[in-house]
């Protein structure tokens, strides 16, 4: 049975035009009215920095749904007839498969033909999954069935190589786009390789390269800037850590001299809580990204500014 079908926990669902940057992203389509409104290209993406790839690469040319809402954590994402509707009509559809069982299963059946797997292109790193996690009550959610780590936009340059994916296909659908789309995708990796750079810089010399933190969010962060994740709950942030994970974590933490903790915006904080006050580390937001937060006026390159200035802080790095 497809999980939107009979939705019996129904989140009221915000249809979250993107309307960050201060674009006009949102149609004036209604919800269920669908796509090409206007005769103009949409795009559905699953979540964030998805939303964000898109309109740096299509701009003003092309509407941009979001279908996580602001202060929604994405990898529960439940998804409203409306949204099905959207996912249905649009044009394009941009999502990471594994990362999102509801919209996975949402695209199998209305969308099979104008989906893009944003990470076509990318080499992905392993799901590593702790043998000693406590199954959740969605142990038949398809995290077993992970092709690899789905949070591969935490590298600046996958987002890159996003946009860049973004582009060829906007340019296929649409190819009176295909010279703002070049723009648009070339003025992205501009901005992702010098951030990248920034990061390499930031983080050439610090005290600890252990990160602790509380969801496996930063595999991919941790490869490209040379730091050993450490998760104290598995790829899934719903999975409860068994007290023999958060015993292991907090001789970790002691044995190795970690002295920052990190928890996310969109999580409940208390694990990372308990185990900093019990081993007298210190808690700071490292934020995954996978969502932006109620009303926030933030975007990914200022919050992986704001990332970087925490673990400069957090790792001592000088
Ligand atoms: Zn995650």
Not at 21 to 42: I, V
Not at 126 to 135: F, K, L, M, N, R
Request: hydrophobic share 40%; glycine share 8%; with cysteine.
């Amino acid at each position: 049975m497809p999980r939107f079908s009979i939705p019996p926990h129904t989140r009221v669902a915000t249809l979250a035009c993107v309307a960050a940057l201060g674009l006009s992203a949102c149609g004036g389509s209604s919800p269920d009215s669908g796509a090409s409104a206007e005769g103009r290209t949409t795009v559905v993406a699953a979540f964030y920095p998805l939303a964000y790839a898109a309109i740096q690469v299509g701009g003003d040319n092309v509407d941009v749904i979001d279908l996580t809402p602001p202060g929604a954590e994405p990898h529960d994402l439940e998804l409203s007839p409306a949204q099905v509707a959207q996912i249905a009509e649009a044009d394009l559809v941009l999502y990471v498969p594994g990362f999102q069982p509801a919209l996975d299963d949402a695209i199998d059946q209305v969308a099979a033909d104008h989906a893009l797997d944003v990470t076509e292109q990318i080499p992905l790193l392993p799901a590593e999954e702790h043998s000693d996690e406590q199954e959740d009550d969605h142990g038949d959610d398809g995290h077993d069935a992970l092709a690899g780590d789905p949070h591969v936009w935490l590298n600046p340059l996958n987002m890159s190589i996003i946009g860049a994916e973004i582009r060829d296909r906007l340019a296929t659908l649409d190819p009176s786009l295909q010279g703002a789309v070049t723009a648009g995708s070339s003025d992205l990796d501009v901005a992702m390789t010098a951030l990248n750079d920034e990061w390499l810089t930031g983080t050439a010399t610090c005290r600890s390269r252990d990160l602790v933190v509380s969801h496996e969010a930063f595999a991919y962060l941790a490869a490209q800037y040379d730091f050993a994740q450490v998760g104290i709950a598995g790829i899934s942030p719903e999975t409860e850590p068994s007290p023999a994970r958060l015993a292991e974590i907090a001789d970790f933490v002691r044995a190795n001299g970690v002295t920052t903790i990190y928890y996310e915006t969109l999580v409940d904080p208390k694990v990372a809580n308990t185990i900093a006050a019990e081993t007298g580390a210190t808690t700071a937001v490292l934020d995954p990204i996978e969502g932006l937060a109620e009303g926030s006026t933030q975007d990914y390159v200022s919050l992986m500014l704001a990332n970087l200035a925490a673990i400069q802080s957090g790792q001592g790095c000088a």
